[in-house]
């Protein structure tokens, strides 16, 4: 039974969600292990959605540390079909401004050995992830921050590093001659285990500050990067409300299909414990024939 079709996973500055009706939370376990924190289920303008800090409450998991598998899968269990992700970013172009909205369409992978597949243990898939957002929630979520005012940049590459320190000035002036726009620490695995389990994906980018390339006249201080990411949290749960009456129809999304054509294994020998754990993500592939 579906207990949401829409999912919020927050990022740093957004650990809980105001306004949600018919409130309940939820602890789900999956083969993979804990989510980030229990998921709180509820009502926005009518739609019902589930949402998951994905540092936890309090902030107390590093992106390193987040177990993105349990994360996602558990969304896939309460019938999450689309996923709106607010991360924090740093710009890394002038005319991304702080406090300015980046819907990316792009994703470089500078991550080092984060699990990032569900799949392995006796069954191989590639899915496709050329497009790694759904364009369809992209477009309602651009739609959905230009109702609330916010300066909205549609489109951009999103350079995922590792973490936890910030870049040193050599790589953040690589990263930039290499054409990225924000730069941030949370969007791989998430990403790709969105593709996987099928789930449409987009990401609001709320740019803190400029990243360590700029040469500012005012100095960045901790004080200022808190104030700008309390005021992007405002604007995202703005934006998020609004998106509740313009979602896509995703039944006929590509990525409600991602994994039809990218199972390479030979269905008769993935093992039976493999097939127990990933039922929920494979159940429409391993019916005889399919
Ligand atoms: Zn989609």
Redesign the pocket.
């Given at each position: 039974m579906a207990e949401a079709q829409i999912a919020v996973i927050g990022g740093s500055g957004l650990y809980q969600m105001e306004g949600l009706a018919d409130l309940s939370e939820v602890r789900v376990a999956t083969p993979f292990g804990e989510p980030s924190d229990v998921i709180t289920l509820g009502t926005l303008e009518g739609q019902r959605i589930a949402f998951l800090p994905r540092h936890g409450r309090g902030h107390r998991i590093s992106p390193s540390e987040i177990n993105a598998r349990a994360n996602i899968y558990a969304l896939k269990l309460l019938g999450v079909k689309q996923i709106i992700a607010v991360s924090a970013c740093g710009s890394m172009r002038e005319s991304i401004a702080p406090l300015d909205i980046v819907i990316p369409d792009q994703i470089f992978d500078r991550t080092k050995g984060r699990p990032s597949t569900f799949f392995g243990q006796g069954i191989v898939t590639h899915i496709g992830f050329a497009d790694p957002f759904?364009q369809?929630?992209s477009n309602a979520l651009l739609e959905a921050t230009k109702t609330v005012g916010a300066r909205v940049h549609s489109g951009g590459t999103y350079v995922c590093i590792e973490g936890p320190q910030f870049s040193t000035k050599a790589e953040s002036r690589i990263y930039r001659q290499w054409g990225v726009d924000v730069i941030g620490m949370t969007a791989i695995p998430e990403a790709k285990l969105a593709r996987e389990a099928e789930i449409?994906y987009a990401t609001l980018a709320l740019a803190t500050d400029y990243d360590v390339w700029h040469e500012s006249s005012e100095p960045v201080t901790v004080e200022m990067v808190v104030a700008n990411l309390m005021k992007n949290t405002e604007t995202a749960k703005r934006i998020i409300r609004a998106a509740m009456t313009m979602l896509p129809n995703?039944d006929s999304?590509?990525?409600?299909s991602a994994l039809k054509d990218a199972i390479i294994t030979d269905r008769t020998l993935i093992p039976a414990e493999t097939k127990r754990d990933l039922g929920p993500l494979l159940y429409k592939y391993l019916t005889p024939n399919a």
């Amino acid at each position: 039974m579906a207990e949401a079709q829409i999912a919020v996973i927050g990022g740093s500055g957004l650990y809980q969600m105001e306004g949600l009706a018919d409130l309940s939370e939820v602890r789900v376990a999956t083969p993979f292990g804990e989510p980030s924190d229990v998921i709180t289920l509820g009502t926005l303008e009518g739609q019902r959605i589930a949402f998951l800090p994905r540092h936890g409450r309090g902030h107390r998991i590093s992106p390193s540390e987040i177990n993105a598998r349990a994360n996602i899968y558990a969304l896939k269990l309460l019938g999450v079909k689309q996923i709106i992700a607010v991360s924090a970013c740093g710009s890394m172009r002038e005319s991304i401004a702080p406090l300015d909205i980046v819907i990316p369409d792009q994703i470089f992978d500078r991550t080092k050995g984060r699990p990032s597949t569900f799949f392995g243990q006796g069954i191989v898939t590639h899915i496709g992830f050329a497009d790694p957002f759904c364009q369809r929630l992209s477009n309602a979520l651009l739609e959905a921050t230009k109702t609330v005012g916010a300066r909205v940049h549609s489109g951009g590459t999103y350079v995922c590093i590792e973490g936890p320190q910030f870049s040193t000035k050599a790589e953040s002036r690589i990263y930039r001659q290499w054409g990225v726009d924000v730069i941030g620490m949370t969007a791989i695995p998430e990403a790709k285990l969105a593709r996987e389990a099928e789930i449409c994906y987009a990401t609001l980018a709320l740019a803190t500050d400029y990243d360590v390339w700029h040469e500012s006249s005012e100095p960045v201080t901790v004080e200022m990067v808190v104030a700008n990411l309390m005021k992007n949290t405002e604007t995202a749960k703005r934006i998020i409300r609004a998106a509740m009456t313009m979602l896509p129809n995703t039944d006929s999304c590509g990525c409600q299909s991602a994994l039809k054509d990218a199972i390479i294994t030979d269905r008769t020998l993935i093992p039976a414990e493999t097939k127990r754990d990933l039922g929920p993500l494979l159940y429409k592939y391993l019916t005889p024939n399919a």
